[in-house]
């Protein structure tokens, strides 16, 4: 297995599975165990001896395959490199994000957003008017501007302010325009 220095999620599995390996390497020989307590009735007699099991060999077959989850942990690990898309150079990646990114260019002037049917400014109309009186096609707001406008009724003095007296215009003062 080949374990790249910049890939993070490597050198944790790797070190993950190190440990395990070593608790369970320590873990080697375990306590004995006992015999199930019997449930329910037991028959009297003597008991036989158990048959002595056939001692293992010192050293398993090369063939032989140890189900375990240290074993299907490994097999996971000897797959990894295959499964993870392969890291590209800084370069390379920068080439594929160019490639992808269409060409733009800022403008900045002043266009007022119309109202839209809800009564909300519609500052993609107004990016796209400022961006085709500069020669682009289309384009999208980038910074907007707002300003409330006033009739000449509320500079008299003592006069009430009423709710229709005042509106908010906003206003489209840069765009990100493409062709």
Same mark, same amino acid.
């Given at each position: 297995?080949?374990? &790249?220095?910049? $890939?993070?999620?490597? &050198? ?8 395990? @390996? ?43 395959? $140890? ?15 295959? #499964?993870?898309?392969? #890291?590209?150079?800084?370069?390379? /990646?920068?080439?594929?994000? =160019? &490639? @992808? ?16 049917? $809800? ?11 400022l961006c085709q009186s500069k020669g682009y096609k289309d384009g999208k707001s980038l910074n907007a501007d707002s300003a409330e406008?006033? =009739?000449?009724?509320? @500079?008299?003095?003592? &006069? ?9 215009? /906003?206003?489209?003062? =840069?765009? @990100?325009?493409? $062709?």
């Open positions: 297995m080949m374990v &790249r220095s910049g $890939n993070p999620a490597l &050198r944790l599995g790797t070190l993950i599975s190190a440990v395990l @390996l070593v608790l369970l390497g320590a873990a080697g020989t375990g306590w004995p165990q006992s015999a199930p307590p019997a449930l329910g009735l037991q028959e009297q007699g003597p008991q036989a001896a158990p048959q002595p099991s056939t001692p293992a060999p010192s050293a398993p077959p090369a063939a032989a395959e $140890n189900p375990g989850l240290i074993n299907e942990m490994g097999k996971l690990f000897d797959k990894l490199p295959s #499964i993870l898309p392969p #890291i590209k150079s800084p370069s390379e /990646t920068m080439n594929d994000l =160019s &490639r @992808l990114a269409k060409p733009s260019t800022m403008v900045s002037g002043r266009v007022a957003c119309p109202a839209s049917s $809800n009564g909300a400014p519609d500052c993609k109309q107004a990016a796209d008017q406008k006033c =009739s000449a009724k509320v @500079l008299i003095p003592g &006069r009430a302010r009423k709710p229709d007296d005042c509106r908010t215009d /906003t206003f489209v003062t =840069s765009a @990100l325009c493409q $062709n």
